[in-house]
Structures are given as structure tokens and as C-alpha cells.
């Protein structure tokens, strides 16, 4: 029997009124998880957490701009977003590929398409 190296899941529909892509794909090593209303992607973020021993019980997590807009706002929509991709997958790195329309967007609702697409 033949194993997949890569295993992928994707998803269109309308979310709050606006077309929706969402496609996950597992590699060995992290997820790449796109999330893009352009049919595109302009943002890549890296998401993986941090060897930096801390006081406190909450992970820590990293995020790096890769590729677009490197802003804090990006940032703190990819925590939002892909945390629990993370978190479920082993605390593997996540990718985040984005190009979003409405970022007024209810996050829940983009998190329960991810949730839909899931590879890990």
C-alpha cells in the first residue's frame, strides 16, 4: 500500500456574505493552512512555538511575516486564527497564507471552516 506524503483538504462557500477558500495541507513538518477571498493568496505568516522557557502556563508562540503585510494587526489574526491548528497537530508550525476581502470578518466563523479541512 502507497502512502501520501502530503494529505490536503479544501473548502468553498459563502461565509458572511462573501466567497470563501479554505484549504489545509499536512507536511511532514507544519501545516500550511490558506485562507483567501481573491482566489490568491498576498500574506504568508509562520506560526510555531518558542523553545523560550516562560512563567507562564500558556504556550508561547511566535509569528513571523514571510511574504505581504507584516503589521501587528496580521499577527494577532494568525493566533486567532491557527492556534488551535497547532495545538492539535503536536505543536507543529503552522503556515498561514491569506488574502482577505472583509478582515471584519467573525474569526469563529473562518476557525469552523479550518476545522472542516482538517489534515492533522
Known amino acids: 500500500?502507497?502512502?501520501k506524503l502530503v494529505t490536503s483538504e479544501q473548502k468553498a462557500e459563502v461565509v458572511s456574505g462573501v466567497p470563501s477558500q479554505v484549504v489545509c495541507t499536512a507536511f511532514?513538518?507544519?501545516?500550511l493552512v490558506v485562507v483567501v477571498q481573491f482566489g490568491k493568496m498576498n500574506t504568508l505568516v509562520s506560526l510555531e512555538?518558542?523553545?523560550v522557557a516562560s512563567d507562564i502556563s500558556e504556550p508561547v508562540l511566535t509569528t513571523k511575516g514571510l511574504l505581504?503585510?507584516?503589521?501587528?494587526?496580521i499577527h494577532i489574526?494568525?493566533?486567532?486564527l491557527v492556534m488551535f491548528v497547532s495545538q492539535e497537530a503536536g505543536n507543529k508550525v503552522v503556515l498561514l497564507?491569506?488574502?482577505?476581502?472583509?478582515?471584519s470578518?467573525?474569526?469563529?466563523?473562518?476557525?469552523?471552516r479550518i476545522q472542516v479541512?482538517?489534515?492533522w
Open 68 to 73: 505581504g503585510q507584516d503589521k501587528p494587526l
Open 77 to 80: 489574526f494568525t493566533k486567532n
Open 1 to 3: 500500500m502507497e502512502s
Open 117 to 119: 479541512c482538517q489534515v
Open 49 to 51: 512555538h518558542s523553545n
Open 28 to 31: 511532514s513538518s507544519h501545516i
Open 97 to 103: 497564507a491569506l488574502a482577505m476581502k472583509d478582515r
Open 105 to 112: 470578518m467573525e474569526v469563529r466563523a473562518l476557525k469552523e
